[in-house]
């Protein structure tokens, strides 16, 4: 068991269990977490997922990839040094009380 904690763009946090092997997505859509639409269902291609990974986190989450950056130039908030989309990011026991920060708006 891993946990995760959401902050809203408006600084609203929201903590939830998940279970190592999801993805960050799924634990938000799962757990009813707004501001995480997922329009492709994990695919990695619709950008709705996006994510700021918090800084204390970004070293063990790792930057995205170059196909995923790709994508994350069409989401709709700007995309940052520290963007993901969640759907991409698999958990891991070392991601226990990971943070991450969702975009003002996903569409
Ligand atoms: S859910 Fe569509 S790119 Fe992640």
Known sequence: MTRITFITADGAETTVDATV???VMRVARDANVPGIAA???G????ATCHVYVDEAWFDRVGAAPEDEQDMLEFAASE???TSRLSCQITLSPDLD???VHLPESQI
């Open 21 to 23: 092997g999801d993805s």
């Open 79 to 81: 995309a940052r040094e």
């Open 43 to 46: 695919a990695k291609m619709c």
């Open 97 to 99: 009380g990971l943070v």
């Open 39 to 41: 329009e492709c269902g």
